[in-house]
């Protein structure tokens, strides 16, 4: 039996998906009434902004649950919006390759069903976890067969009410001018925004000689170096077996605490009463939860490792903080647990760091919005002015007000990124957690539009003709 090739088998793929959603369809009424904008267009019913595994995942959601007024706009190009194929270094995900989400219950939209079209039920059995690579192939895939409208170049730098109605004015930058969107909703879906060199490092090194291994730079740059890098997270790991790979010198891994994190409790958490219901914990064990997983880290998973550690050139250095690093004029001196370095480059791999106020686009927002600090005083053993800075979120998503009737317009506007972690769970903005907290958007997105329109689906229940039985049956 000769294989299928894979455009055949692709097509195939499309044509089981379309048939899947008609199947699926009900119910098919049409149910959002159109909102003029101020400039005389139609406003969207939601603007998502991001287009990567999240926002893709919402504007289909939407879709199927007839919200058909969508936009989703990223900065990125096509086929470049997230990590995957931009600062992403690992070879596969890091999560078990039968995790679901973006499907939607859609068998044919799943991960799986699009690797077995092409490689067969045998090579799926064959792999281990899947292919960071493949992972952003599928969402393109995913994108073009469900034919969803993103928008590419636009990148959101505001976003503030329409004073006297239920709308957004959301400001984009794009090449060829600014532009407005107005919106009934919008769902903030970035991602891994948020990452910043520490100001400490930036300012006592030359800007090409420090990088954040959460950005985007081609490991090439670090050819021949010695390499520190400061961070014992995942994407460390990856940052410096990828500058090895691209014929750095030696890459030296100093982390603050005196040995790796050995156990990952994210793992746990995937299971459907953790996954599910995570957000009806109260605020106390939300907090305690957080806190601990804080306090007990993140190592890199186990394949990372090994491969780290099986590449010559590469160095680990636990109990070694950076205390203080300076530029000789020829190289960056480090000291820190009672060792001395000489790099040619660092790497800051020191997670992301959630604050609304470094956000410009989110300015409105952080002047209104609730955030931890204002709703919940932990114990003195869990004080966290890191964790008091998570927005504080309703349970499908939405920014809540500071102070009640100052600003009703942030139930509008949902997000989920790290900073929604907190409230929704610690794994809900990864992949991972798609599968629970899609859905639970999605009903937050309808939610307000639906009560929009209280008055008007009052008035056509009350008004409208609902007639079933043919006139002559009540003769």
Known sequence: MHPIPRASALDDLRSRIRRELETLAYPTPAWVEPVAAPDGTVALDCAVIGAGQYGLTLGAGLRRERVERIGIFDVAEPGREGPWVT???????????????????????????????????????????????????????????????????????????????????????????????????????????????????????????????????????????????????????????????????????????????????????????????????????????????????????????????????FALHPATPWDSICWSGSEILVEGGGRRFAFDAVVAATGMRVDLAERPEMAAIAAEAALWSDRYAPPPEEANPALGRFPYLDRLGAFTEREAGRAPWLSRVLTITRGATLSLGPVSASNSGMKYTAPRLIEGVKRCLFLDQEAATWREFIGGDHTELPREAVA
Request: charged share 20%.
């Open 87 to 313: 600062f992403a270094r690992m070879s596969m995900l890091r999560t078990p390759k039968t995790l679901t989400g973006p499907d939607l219950g859609l068998p044919s939209l799943s991960f799986r069903a699009w690797w077995e079209a092409q490689h067969g039920a045998d090579g799926w059995a064959a792999m281990f976890r899947i292919p960071r690579t493949s992972w952003m192939d599928y969402l393109n895939f995913y994108r073009e067969a469900l034919d969803l409208p993103v928008t590419n170049g636009w990148r959101l730098a505001s976003l503030e009410p329409v004073e006297g109605s239920q709308l957004l004015r959301l400001g984009f930058e794009t090449v060829a001018e600014p532009r407005t969107v107005f919106a009934r909703s919008c769902v903030l879906a970035t991602g891994a925004a948020g990452f910043s060199i520490p100001e400490w490092m930036a300012q006592a090194v030359p800007a090409d000689r420090v990088y954040h291994a959460n950005h985007a730079f081609d490991p090439a740059v670090l050819r021949g170096m010695r390499v520190g890098v400061l961070g014992a997270g995942a994407s460390g790991f990856d940052t410096a077996v990828a500058a090895l790979a691209a014929g750095a010198r030696s890459a030296d891994l100093c982390f603050r605490r005196p040995a790796l994190p050995l156990t990952n409790p994210r793992r746990w958490m995937e299971n459907a009463g953790y996954l599910a219901h995570y957000v009806d914990l109260p605020d106390a064990r939300k907090w305690a939860m957080m806190h601990r997983l804080l306090s007990i880290g993140q190592g890199p998973p186990k394949p990372t490792y090994d491969a780290a550690m099986a590449t010559p050139g």
